[in-house]
C-alpha cells in the first residue's frame, strides 16, 4: 500500500505551485527510500508544469535534481544503506533490455525511459512525481553515490544541469585546443563554462545580460560576450568548433551557427517552447552540424559526479524555502538566476 507524502505542485497549467499529498510506494526488494534533502530546480519544472511543452499532466509535482538521504532499503539492495547520502536525476526507471539501455542510455530508452515526474509510473499507475516532495522511492539502478567532500545542496543541480552539460562536451569531445562557446548563463549555461574550462578548451560565453559579464569570466569563460552587440558577434565569426546552446527561450539560432568553423557542430540542449529555424545557408555555406542532447545515462551521471568530486566542482546556488517556489521560477524566466535554485526542503515541514 502506498503511503501519502508532503508535495508541491501545480493543478493545471495555470496554477501556482502549492502544497499537496502524492502517494509514495512502499520499497520493494531492489528500491531506495530517501528523505529529499535538497532539489534543484531546472527551467523544465516550469516548462512541464505550465504546459509549455506537450503531455503534462496534473497535479504535476516537478524536480529532478534530487539529494537525499537514505531511510530504508530494500533486501536486494547493494548501492546504499540507510544513513547514506543518495541522489535521484531526471530517470527513475527504463526497460533495461532495450539497445539503448544496454549501452547505458537509458533516456532514449526505446519503450520510453520513466522520467522523475510526468511519466507513467510502473508501479502505483498514474504518473510519477518528483523531488519537490518529502520522500521518493526510487529502484536502486536509478540512484546516483554522492562522493564525500561535496556541498550538498551544491550538488544538487549537477543531477540534470551537469549531466546535461558534461555528456554532449563528452561525446563531442571537447578538449584542449578548442575553442568552445556556451549560450545562455543560467543554471545549465554555467555548468557547461565549468565543465568546458575543466576539460581545457578556450571558453567564449554568449550571454544576452551585460550584468553577467563578470560572473562568467568567474566562473570560468575566457571571453564573455553580449550577444546582442553586433560587432563582437561579427568578430567571432567562424571561430568556434563546438557550441553548447543552453538557452531556454526562442532565439536566432542562425546567429550562432554563423560563429562555427567548417565542421563545427552547435549541440542544442535547451528546449524553448516553439520550434527554432535553421536557414540552409547557416549549415552548407561552410559545413557545419546541428545537433542536440539530452541528459545522460546513469552510468555516465554517476562518472560526472565522481569528476565533480575530483576537481571541486559543484554549481552556484541560491538556497531557497519551498514557500518562494513560485518567486524563484518567476526570477529564472527574467533571467535573474544565479545560477541554480536549490529547495531546501526541510522547509517543506512547515509548508
Ligand atoms: P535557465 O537557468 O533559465 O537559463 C536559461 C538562460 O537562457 C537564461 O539564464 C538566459 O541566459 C538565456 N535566455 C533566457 N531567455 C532568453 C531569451 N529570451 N533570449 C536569449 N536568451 C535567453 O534554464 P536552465 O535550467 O539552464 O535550462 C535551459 C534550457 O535547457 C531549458 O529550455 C530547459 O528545459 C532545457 N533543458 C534541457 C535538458 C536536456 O536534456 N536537453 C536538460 C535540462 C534542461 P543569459 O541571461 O545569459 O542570456
Ligand atoms: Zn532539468
Ligand atoms: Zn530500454
Not at 578548451?201 to 570560468?220: C, E, M, W, Y
Not at 552510468?299 to 571541486?312: R, V
Not at 552556484?316 to 529547495?343: C, H, S, T
Amino acid at each position: 500500500m502506498p503511503t501519502q507524502a508532503k508535495a508541491y505542485g501545480a493543478a493545471s497549467a495555470s496554477s501556482k505551485l502549492a502544497p499537496l499529498q502524492i502517494p509514495r510506494r512502499e520499497p520493494g526488494p531492489t528500491d531506495v527510500e530517501m528523505d529529499v534533502l535538497f532539489c534543484g530546480v531546472c527551467h523544465s519544472d516550469v516548462h512541464t508544469a505550465r504546459g509549455e511543452w506537450p503531455g503534462t499532466v496534473y497535479a504535476c509535482v516537478p524536480g529532478h535534481e534530487v539529494i537525499g538521504r537514505v531511510t530504508r532499503v530494500g533486501a536486494k539492495v547493494t548501492k546504499l544503506k540507510a544513513g547514506d547520502v543518495g541522489a535521484v536525476g531526471c530517470m527513475v526507471d527504463s526497460c533495461r533490455a532495450c539497445p539503448s539501455c544496454r549501452k547505458g542510455l537509458e533516456q532514449f530508452c526505446q519503450t520510453g525511459a520513466t522520467f522523475t515526474y510526468n511519466s507513467p509510473d510502473r508501479h502505483l499507475g498514474g504518473h510519477t512525481y518528483g523531488g519537490y516532495s518529502s520522500r521518493i522511492v526510487v529502484d536502486e539502478a536509478f540512484t546516483l553515490r554522492v562522493p564525500s567532500g561535496l556541498d550538498l545542496a551544491a550538488t544538487a543541480p549537477l543531477l540534470c544541469a551537469g549531466i546535461t552539460t558534461y555528456s554532449p562536451l563528452r561525446h563531442w569531445k571537447v578538449g584542449a585546443g578548442q575553442r568552445v562557446g556556451v549560450v545562455g548563463l543560467g543554471g545549465l549555461g554555467h555548468m557547461g563554462v565549468k565543465f568546458a574550462r575543466a576539460f581545457g578548451a578556450h571558453v567564449v560565453l554568449f550571454t544576452t545580460s551585460p550584468a553577467k559579464v563578470a560572473d562568467g569570466l568567474r566562473l570560468g569563460a575566457h571571453e564573455v560576450v553580449v550577444s546582442t552587440d553586433p560587432a563582437a558577434m561579427a568578430a567571432r565569426a567562424g571561430s568556434l568548433d563546438f557550441i553548447l546552446d543552453c538557452v531556454s527561450a526562442q532565439h536566432d539560432l542562425n546567429a550562432y551557427l554563423a560563429l562555427l568553423k567548417v565542421d563545427g557542430t552547435l549541440c542544442l540542449v535547451g528546449v524553448p517552447e516553439k520550434p527554432l529555424s535553421v536557414h540552409a545557408f547557416s549549415v552548407i555555406m561552410p559545413r557545419r552540424n546541428f545537433t542536440g542532447s539530452c541528459i545522460g545515462g546513469i552510468a555516465e551521471t554517476q562518472e560526472m559526479l565522481d569528476f565533480c568530486a575530483k576537481h571541486g566542482i559543484v554549481s552556484d546556488i541560491e538556497l531557497i524555502p519551498i514557500q518562494q517556489i513560485n518567486e524563484a521560477w518567476n526570477r529564472m524566466i527574467k533571467q535573474d538566476v544565479r545560477y541554480r535554485f536549490v529547495i531546501d526542503m526541510a522547509s517543506l515541514k512547515q509548508a
